[in-house]
């Protein structure tokens, strides 16, 4: 029974095996160009000044608001039931 649920796992360990011969090239660090990086940054600034202009929550309704509402979704459900 060992046997059966070993088999599944040696052979997966061939395929690491394989993974770990081929040659790896060392990573060399990227640098951002210096346009890269203002183009970067400004993009940034340009999407926080937009959202300052949006509220992050819709603003609460008033009572009168929030009662004009409740009327006119109920008389529009009156007028689709005739």
Do not use: C, V, W
């Amino acid at each position: 029974m060992l046997g059966l649920s070993a088999g599944p796992t040696l052979a997966q360990q061939g395929r690491n095996d394989d993974r770990r011969q081929q040659p790896q090239q060392p990573q060399q660090p990227r640098q951002m160009k210096q346009e890269d990086r203002d183009r970067m940054r400004d993009d940034i600034r340009e999407a926080y000044r937009d959202r300052q202009g949006r509220p992050d929550r819709p603003r609460q309704m008033s009572a009168e608001e929030r009662n004009k509402l409740r009327r006119d979704i109920e008389d529009a459900n009156r007028s689709m039931r005739k």
